[in-house]
């Protein structure tokens, strides 16, 4: 009888770090052009499709899908960042969505109550600007340290306890502007009422691309200085790769998975300011879109290296905007945009498997029994 079994790769040649990805995608490609002809429709074309509604005629000087990718891909970027930074421990932080969302609702209290409960406080953009990020930092860092809490005093799992605090943050935001924020000159829509425009993120050129994008750019680069150049990072990392021999010289895992958290959180809650404060200038549905559950898979497929984040979270945002557009121009379901999109990463998450393993085939026996 033939057997297949996955053996770890205990010194995976260099080569396999490019050739995975590219045939990865390769593959992906094949896939998913073997569905779309399934379903009647063209590949060429359906990819020329996405490929437009994801960059468009960007070397023409026509830029206003690429700057919707960007927009796009920035709340994955600082999402994926954050679920990054505690992966590195391997503390399995499922709670990036409760946490971008609690920073989007911290920034918009701000926005709304403060001009009228403290006039005094200079209404200019850099003031506000401030005071909406550190709102959002520390409501994301607060949520993040409940589970933090819970795993440091009583081992309780951090994946349950990150994965319901998600549902809580959602709902409660939803109470929000339906309820106790909502708008009362909204003409009944749910949503609470524009933010005053000095408090709105700049925004470049005639594009949605707000300053939320260099905020990520440069959480990366602090999250890489992080890891790569101070005691804090190295000890986290030791923790993550080795938690015995961390313990045994002397690492505290309690003060780094405070720390840990505090960090992941609170970029997680960047990116719900940038959201509010960036995009719609209000609380209302959307600002949970499950980029917290997306970030997961940015982290995971850029390896939780920062500057693999920022181009993944690009790369990622490019599938689902030109997704969406094949659904508008080539007439497409919805869900067959959908299966494309979960096709392409099966196969850019599977194929990572195979870099750190390969298959072994072995052939067995039967005995007879008499």
């Not at 319901?164 to 708008?183: E, G, P, R, V």
């Not at 000159?185 to 933010?195: D, H, K, T």
Request: charged content about 10%.
């Amino acid at each position: 009888m033939i057997r297949f079994r996955l053996e770890r790769r205990i010194d995976p040649p260099r080569y396999l770090s490019w050739a995975v990805p590219v045939a990865s995608v390769v593959l992906a490609l094949v896939a998913s052009g073997l569905l779309l002809l399934a379903f009647g429709a063209n590949p060429i074309d359906t990819f020329a499709a996405m490929w437009d509604g994801a960059f468009g005629d960007i070397f023409g000087g026509e830029v206003y899908s690429a700057s919707e990718t960007l927009v796009r891909a920035t709340p994955l970027m600082l999402t994926g960042l954050a679920v990054a930074v505690a992966f590195k421990m391997k503390f399995w932080n499922i709670g990036a969505e409760g946490q971008l969302v609690m920073g989007g609702i911290a920034a918009s209290a701000v926005a709304l109550f403060l001009p009228d409960a403290a006039p005094w406080v200079p209404q200019t953009l850099v003031v506000y600007g401030l005071i909406m990020g550190g709102a959002a930092i520390l409501a994301g860092a607060l949520w993040a340290l409940i589970p933090a809490l819970l795993k440091a005093y009583l081992n309780v799992s951090e994946i349950i306890v990150t994965l319901m605090l998600n549902y809580i943050a959602i709902l409660w935001y939803s109470q929000l502007f339906t309820t106790s924020w909502k708008d009362p000159e909204g003409l009944g829509f749910p949503g609470s009422a524009l933010f005053p425009e000095f408090t709105w993120l700049p925004r470049f050129s005639n594009t949605r691309v707000n300053v939320a994008l260099l905020i990520g750019l440069v959480a990366a680069v602090g999250v890489w200085v992080l890891f790569a150049k101070t005691r804090a990072g190295y000890e986290i990392r030791l923790l993550g790769d080795n938690p015995e021999a961390a313990r045994f010289a002397g690492v505290s895992v309690f003060r780094n998975i405070l720390l840990v958290m505090l960090i992941s959180g609170g970029l997680a809650g960047l990116a719900g300011m940038g959201e509010v404060a960036g995009i719609s200038h209000k609380l209302q549905q959307g600002l949970s879109a499950n980029n917290g559950f997306t970030a997961i898979i940015v982290a995971w497929v850029a390896k939780l290296q920062p500057g693999a984040i920022v181009l993944v979270s690009i790369l990622l945002a490019a599938v689902f905007v030109g997704g969406d557009q094949i659904q508008m121009t080539m007439g497409l379901p919805a869900s067959v945009a959908q299966v494309v999109q979960g096709v392409m990463l099966f196969f850019v998450l599977g194929g990572d498997i195979f870099s750190q393993y390969r298959i072994r085939v072995s052939r067995e026996r039967v005995g007879v029994v008499a």
